[in-house]
């Protein structure tokens, strides 16, 4: 079943010694060089920034775009809990093998050996890194810095900054990166929508942006393009993602023959604020290290409406720590969420609509004092109350799973370097580290990871074995392809229909969600394909986008992102359905154990599912990249 | 609810603009900017050039969102930027004004959305340390006391959404400058460069054109991130000991 199209050119070598032997052998590019080599970087958020600051580091000239007004805003930024490294400060046990191994099990042994080891070696660099930034991660009373246990880890390995983790590890980068733009290294370009790739002569040699304040198309030229773009998780409209954060880039790079891998697999976060309406712009996540000391349960019964208070211990059921007594609260976000699914499903969730479950305190305020929770948690409290009018001091929150991160991505090779030369992919963006599920803490390890520590050894190696003969932007292609982007945009602005973008979304994502969501069946994934279908060609004869195309119109952005939302839906379906076992946080109900837990299919799906396009007329082509495991023995995950 | 919004409409940055009144209805549990959706939905339905605003996380962390509602920077809730304002604050047939941030140093774009850049320029004149990949020490080689890191953490939560210019009546970006200064300068690290980086951060503020600081305290109150004004004491102990040394 190999592919010989796949490559992921992983270094030879014991597990443990590849990414040493990759950095031993591979070319480095001379210093006096690399001022001669511009890199284009899309998307600055924590894998973006941080590549843009290191890269311009060691010499080579930067070009940085992002969508936002500044660079600081990515949804990198959002990210509460935490960021996992192996640097075992409590002598809990905790070692890179062990963080190794946590990551490919809770991915459901669907993610690369090879990448998953060099990230855990690699997460210590990080912590290392963001402290000399002046990142200002909790400390305990000697100075030294602190940890907790995290989202279905056994060992306490996740160093944090509040619950605004990401906020400070984003801010440390942001602030790399205009280091390097005081130091003229980088040129940053906010407000810049990569709308399309410029390949030349098999090569990604640059994009096409649009300016959002003008409209005007822009050609930029590079000898290597970055990718830092983020997640795909608003196709389903509601997610926890930042409005902005959408698929374009990542989309009409895979139409220009970067092959996407596992659409299928979308992280269901589960502790999140649950739904209060049709208005509904957004779901707020509730940082998972509220399981390490709320409760989680329902009513026994679910003709059982009394308020939570009055419920007595007696007629509650808190299920996670029934089903799965060693792991009770905190096992693994699929699991927490697909159980909460089942609860109300069988008619016991709480809440007005009864599409929530409680997350509830008043034991651990017992416990250790309002006044120790509120240090932990205070600002997610706050949060919480500003949102539902509800104090989660006295009464338990309610919560409810929501579409939270995406672990299908770009496929990459061991460079992180797609199918398309020179086009490499970094962060959530990429497919690479988190197989079908990822951990807790682990998106921001991986962002950076890729950012600060990885993409400089590996561009450099590209760079050095390849030659870049001289192209700029009168180039015939760079002319192709904005006329291709223009016209999509122009498009979009002359169907002059009845519909609005966010009503199309909208109906977008409940298909998404209902038949694409936390459990998938063949019947329900052929609808949806065959739904999604028609939604799309509803959308390009009846959609109705305002104003002009040369001015800020944000409705014009958010038309050409659902567009191609359309268009990955699809993909993911298709993916899913393909997909005909259970893992992760794909689910497919026909493919179950008895106790209702995930079954993968390991002699058939143990591979990545690479999706090639091959026209916007004909079904994608299907590659595979079989996964070999040397070193984990796969079996059935448990947290009982 | 029925709201009656005014709202500031300006096409371009070397356009006029005015205050237009529309009515919508409003839910008790929508954030404001969802009323504003429910707005410009409206208003695309009936042909018209939706209002446009800037916004993203809706969780008040990624500071994009910047609205003077009622003449208070991100609203009457204390702590709070607008994404996380809701409408049950407000009640049936109340009049809701909105506008974007004005100050010289944030032309204004379009309607609501203005022009920030000039506090990453702020940042790119210092607001870092410089400490290149891969050359960091152990990160437990540095303790540092926890109440300090705690302080430090205080003034490093700053959004930068411009709330602070937003309120002052010199427009002055004395607060989020000063916040950068106090984190970076309580911690070690920040140690080595805090000199410099005083010196240059406070002369690029002054060429953005922001205004000098008179101790008003009304950048504190409209803080959605609650920063104390004890930043900006800090920011100019710090300059006098980098200016006389």
Redesign the interface.
């Known amino acids: 079943m190999s592919d010989t199209i796949l490559n992921a050119h992983i270094p030879d070598g014991p597990l443990e010694g590849k990414w040493q032997n990759y950095l031993d052998t591979c070319k480095l590019v001379n210093p006096n060089n690399k001022r001669k080599h511009t890199i284009l970087v899309v998307g600055t958020g924590l894998a973006g920034a941080s590549a843009a600051a290191s890269l311009a580091e060691l010499g080579y000239n930067v070009k940085a775009f992002c969508i936002q007004d500044s660079a600081r805003r990515a949804h990198s930024i959002a990210a509460q809990g935490g960021i996992n490294a192996a640097k075992n400060y409590h002598d809990d046990g905790d070692s890179v093998w062990r963080l190794f191994y946590d990551t490919v099990k809770g991915g459901d042994y669907r993610a690369r050996e090879a990448n998953v080891y060099r990230l855990a070696q690699i997460s210590n660099n990080i912590i290392d890194q963001c402290v000399a930034q002046g990142v200002p991660f909790a400390r305990e009373y000697g100075g030294l810095l602190s940890n907790r246990s995290f989202g279905g880890a056994q060992v306490s390995r996740t160093f944090y900054a509040r619950g605004q983790t990401g906020q400070q590890l984003l801010l440390g980068a942001y602030q790399a990166l205009e280091k390097m733009v005081d130091a003229g290294k980088v040129e940053m370009l906010p407000r810049q929508e990569m709308l399309d790739l410029v390949v030349v002569d098999g090569k990604a040699r640059g994009i096409i942006t649009r300016n959002l304040v003008t409209g005007e198309y822009e050609r930029h030229v590079g000898d290597a393009v970055l990718l830092c773009t983020g997640g795909y998780g608003n196709v389903f409209y509601l997610s926890t993602n930042a409005k902005n954060s959408n698929v374009t880039a990542a989309w009409r790079c895979y139409k220009r023959g970067a092959f996407f891998a596992n659409p299928c697999y979308t992280q269901i976060h589960p502790t999140c604020i649950p739904v209060s309406g049709d208005y509904q712009s957004k779901l707020t996540l509730m940082s998972e290290s509220l399981r390490n000391d709320g409760r989680v349960w329902v009513p026994k019964s679910g003709d059982d409406k009394r308020p939570p208070a009055q419920i007595p211990e007696a007629d509650r059921d808190y299920y996670l720590e029934r089903k799965y007594p060693s792991f009770g609260n905190l096992v693994p976000r699929d699991v927490a969420s697909r159980n909460a699914k089942s609860v109300v499903d069988e008619g016991r969730g709480v809440g007005e609509t009864g599409v929530a479950v409680y997350l509830d305190f008043a034991d651990a305020i017992n416990r250790l004092g309002k006044d120790t929770i509120e240090a932990r948690y205070g600002n997610l409290f706050d949060m919480y109350m500003r949102i539902t009018g509800e104090n989660p001091y006295e009464v338990p929150m309610r919560i409810y799973p929501a579409v939270h991160y995406t672990m299908g991505g770009l496929w990459v090779d061991y460079n992180l370097m797609s199918t398309v030369p020179g086009l490499f992919v970094l962060g959530e963006a990429n497919f690479s580290d988190h197989g079908a599920n990822r951990l807790g803490a682990s998106a921001l390890m991986q962002g950076l990871s890729d950012g600060y520590f990885v993409i400089s050894h590996t561009l450099g190696n590209y760079i050095a074995n390849n030659s870049f003969p001289e192209v700029n932007e009168s180039n015939e292609a760079f002319a192709a392809v904005e006329n291709d982007a223009s016209s999509r945009i122009n498009k979009l602005l002359a169907i002059k229909g009845e519909k609005t973008v966010l009503e199309f979304h909208r109906e977008l994502g409940k298909i998404m969600w209902d038949k694409v969501g936390m459990s998938r069946n063949k019947e329900g994934l052929q609808s949806a394909i065959q739904e999604i279908q028609k939604l799309r060609s509803e959308f390009w004869q009846n959609l109705r986008v305002p104003g002009e195309p040369n001015s800020y119109n944000k409705n014009l952005e958010f038309a050409g992102r659902v567009a191609d939302f359309l268009e990955l839906g699809e993909l993911m379906a298709i993916d899913a359905l393909k997909r005909e076992e259970s893992c992760g946080g794909h689910f497919r109900e026909e493919y179950q154990t008895e106790e209702g837990e995930a079954l993968r299919n390991d002699d058939e799906f143990s591979y990545v599912a690479a999706w090639a396009h091959s026209g916007d007329d004909s079904s994608p082509n299907l590659h595979k990249e079989p996964l070999e495991f040397d070193r984990v023995k796969l079996t059935q995950r448990s947290y009982k | 609810m029925k709201l009656h919004l005014k709202v500031w409409r300006q ?2 940055p070397h356009e006029e603009g005015k205050l237009v009144p529309y009515q919508v209805e409003a ?1 008790p ?3 404001f ?2 009323m504003m ?2 707005l ?2 409206q ?3 009936a ?4 209002v ?1 605003f ?11 969102c910047n609205m003077v509602i009622n003449g208070v920077p991100h609203g009457p ?1 204390k ?2 930027a607008t994404c ?1 304002l ?1 409408m ?1 604050h407000y009640k049936d047939g109340d009049t809701v004004v909105v506008e974007p941030w004005r100050a010289e140093a944030f032309p204004v ?2 309607d609501l ?1 203005v ?3 000039a ?2 320029r702020i ?18 080689a ?5 109440n300090k ?2 302080m ?2 205080d003034y ?2 700053c ?2 959404c411009g709330a602070c210019v937003a309120a002052c009546p010199n427009a002055s970006a004395s607060l989020f400058t000063a916040s950068k200064i106090a ?2 300068s309580l ?1 070690p ?2 140690n080595a460069e805090r000199k410099t980086r005083v010196l240059r951060m406070v002369e690029q503020m002054e060429k953005e054109g922001f205004g000098d600081c008179s101790n008003h305290g009304a950048c504190e109150a409209a803080c959605p991130k609650e920063i104390p004004i004890d930043a900006i004491a800090i920011m100019r102990r710090e300059y006098v000991k980098a200016a006389l040394s």
């Open positions: 096409n371009g839910n549990h929508m954030s900017l969802e959706d429910v410009n939905e208003l695309i339905k042909g018209e050039d939706p446009e800037d916004h993203d996380c809706r969780e008040g962390i990624c500071g994009s809730l702590g709070t996380q809701h049950r774009i379009r959305v022009d920030r850049a506090f990453d940042i790119a004149a210092g607001g870092y340390v410089s400490v290149d990949t891969g050359s960091a020490p152990d990160a437990n540095i303790p540092i006391e926890k890191a705690e430090a953490f490093a939560t959004i930068g984190h970076l911690l690290q920040g």
